[in-house]
């Protein structure tokens, strides 16, 4: 089973600081990670993805994600936060073991607050 | 592009009623998802289609949910007889998938059911 866990409610931070949106998966085979950033009364946006290769992937917005195998984390970041910034932030897995189909699962979501 | 286009916005019944919900598909997409948000329970795979196939419905809570795709550009999700307890907001998203099960998925902006 696949399973992704934000350990943050909530993350507070000042504009202009570093922000970091924490979170841990786990998956049988390799996994296949996503951020998703979702404003009030929209639907989810696609932010990132780490499928292979370099452990730092670059998205939207300013935003990169930070893929440690050994931790099994992908904490989202970005190095100067804005007001506009404050949204609710999701992190996906799916696991790429043959067979896991085309199922991403949510973690359960991270209030950004960027106050000025 | 419209992106993914749900139909209603907002959606108030009384318990036992049934209720519609619907959803178009960005055009050319392959995949489509149903996702029900609730603050307990937080973002949940109800149903997938592939090609206009259900995949995999273990997600539906139960027999009073059903999901439908009678062609590439439209999907159905009908919850009959409704409970106050399918209060959520209910998203539908598609991609476009090669095989790889790693496209971003491309969410509607939901629809807010409230049963009484």
């Known amino acids: 089973a696949q399973s992704v866990a934000q350990p943050e409610d909530q993350v507070n931070v000042a504009e202009g600081n570093p922000l970091t949106v924490k979170c841990t998966y786990s998956v049988s085979g390799n996994p296949y990670l996503f951020w998703y950033v979702q404003y009030p009364n929209r639907g989810l946006q696609f932010l990132l993805k780490y499928i292979t290769g370099d452990n730092l992937v670059k998205g939207s917005y300013g935003f990169e994600a930070e893929f440690n195998k050994s931790q099994t984390s992908f904490h989202l970041k970005k190095p100067s936060a804005l007001v506009s910034d404050s949204a609710l932030y999701f992190c996906?897995?799916?696991?790429?073991?043959?067979?896991?189909?085309?199922?991403?699962?949510f973690g359960t979501g991270t209030q950004l607050k960027v106050e000025l | 592009d419209a992106g993914v286009i749900q139909s209603p916005r907002h959606e108030v019944t009384e318990m036992g009623q049934e209720v519609t919900l619907r959803c178009k598909p960005i055009?050319?997409?392959?995949?489509l998802f149903w996702y029900r948000q609730t603050m307990m329970r937080g973002l949940e795979l109800l149903i997938y289609?592939?090609?206009?196939?259900?995949?995999?419905d273990s997600g539906m809570p139960e027999d009073r949910f059903s999901a439908k795709m009678p062609n590439a550009s439209f999907s159905t999700l009908k919850i009959q007889p409704s409970e106050p307890r399918d209060s959520a907001v209910y998203f539908c998203a598609s991609s476009l998938e090669d095989g790889s099960y790693n496209s971003p998925l491309h969410f509607g902006n939901g629809t807010r059911l409230t049963v009484t």
């Open positions: 289609f592939n090609n206009n196939v259900p995949i995999d």
């Open positions: 996906a897995v799916r696991d790429g073991l043959t067979g896991g189909g085309n199922k991403l699962t």
């Open positions: 055009s050319g997409h392959n995949s």
